[in-house]
């Protein structure tokens, strides 16, 4: 039964390209290689984003904001950590202000009620599967806008651990690590979002 | 291991979290408390839910997201900034290319330095010497020079053994302002709009020009770009500039056959809503057509409302 989360992120660089010489080379002027260095994690990072704040236009603004302060900053990456726990600890400080602020403005949520019943806007947006399928078409309908009432409910700091241990599989300890904090706590916050929307939303059956 | 401590424990089993002995542990009494099972079993159906949810961005959404943050990229570049940044050339344009070129690998700089030939004809007309127009053309450097090598042989001269032959295509790179209500600039963008390597630019010139979709050419490219343009991306900003034109005859039996056969959502639903903003009943046949085929939820219920608001039927009969 146990199990990692689909969908683990992983950078897409071609093997023969070691990721600390594509970085050295970005830090002395290479453009192509920060060319490679963005699209080795931009779709993950894109992803994050989308399901995190299902918005399209404030994904898009964290994938520029993030990729802007990685081309900004990378003269101060040190390796003292993985590229990747240093790009995602500036992507997720930028998702959770949004968050934050979205907590504070109370923003239109992704699931809006029309007079034929909720609609995911979102679902408008994604890549369609080859054939589309009525029966998730319509499970996203029903069961959409409970599960998003449900992740609303959580703090953007437990939204954020679970959005990257269920959607991202990253390991706890490697969460701790993007967000500054302890593998226990970590575990911590993860307990906490799944009983709150256990609580939520009951049993899925 | 009592019922509360599994209770806690069951999110990090499901998700692989715990260590050997604290696994082994919790599935014994996972064995023996139907309890516990069940939460187990709720947290199991509450995940493939919450798989269920997961939305992959698409191509589209990915290509404007580096396609934008290419243009913020060149507007930081453009300004001397950073020590360690001082690239052969400008960083920009060699980035535009292989940023939309991303699967011909090394074949990319030539087919790019050809859309670049192609412009370059263009732009040679437009600044010949005596044109006239109230654009700047930038001096040129040698930095501006884009060299790609197009083929490497043996020398044919067998008094030479061991030499080599490379043949370089060199581009020259040219930078040209001015009013984009100037008919020669305009020339230029409406130009580059149908450059057919590089969606990059055609997005660019179409996002520029939707703003004066008043003129006549303009409009008639943005027509071009929403029905045949392979980029949604392009076809989306194209549709977005004859948003002010839905009254129009014409730009309303495009935006029906985008509706009704356009292969991306997010275009249909840009043409629906555009089209039901002033529904008439032109538009009867088309969105009870629509209403028939459409997978989109979406689509199909602002079609359904648009009908109903006409007092039309929703089906055909």
Known sequence: ?205 | MNCESVTKLIPLYFYGELPPDEEDSLEQHLDTCAACAHQAESQRALSAALDRREMQPSAALLAECRHDLMRAVYRQASVPRRAGFSPRGTLVPHWGLSAWLPSLGPWRMPLGASALLALGFITARLTAPGAAGPFSLASLTPENVISSVRSVQPAHDDSRPGEVQIVLDETRRRVISGQLNDTNIQRLVLAAAHDENNPGVRWESVDLLKGHSDSSPVRELLLNRVAEDPNPGVRLKALDGLKAYTGDPEVRKVLAQVLLHDDYPGVRIAAVDALTAHAGDDMVGILQGVVQKEDNTYVRRRCVKALQDMNASVGTF
């Open chain 1, 1 to 205: 039964m146990a199990q990692d989360a689909p969908g683990a992120v992983g950078a897409r660089l071609s093997p023969k390209l070691d990721e600390a010489s594509l970085i050295r080379a970005v830090q002395r002027g290479d453009q192509d290689a920060f060319e490679q260095l963005v699209r080795a994690y931009d779709q993950s990072v894109l992803r994050l984003a989308v399901n995190l704040l299902r918005s399209q236009e404030d994904a898009r603004d964290v994938f520029q904001e993030a990729f802007l302060r990685v081309f900004r900053s990378i003269d101060s990456f040190r390796f003292d950590c993985s590229f990747h726990t240093w790009l995602y600890r500036i992507v997720t400080n930028i998702c959770l202000d949004y968050l934050r602020k979205r907590k504070v403005r109370k923003e239109e949520p992704a699931v809006v009620d029309t007079p034929e019943g909720p609609l995911d806007r979102m679902n408008d947006f994604q890549e369609e599967a080859p054939h589309a399928d009525p029966e998730r078409n319509l499970w996203n309908v029903q069961i959409g806008q409970r599960i998003e009432g449900a992740l609303g409910g959580l703090t953007p700091r437990e939204r954020m651990v679970f959005e990257l241990r269920h959607y991202q599989g990253l390991r706890l300890r490697n969460i701790g690590e993007i967000l500054g904090t302890s593998e226990e706590a970590a575990k911590n916050c993860l307990f906490r979002a799944t009983q709150k929307m256990r609580a939520e939303l009951g049993d899925f059956q």
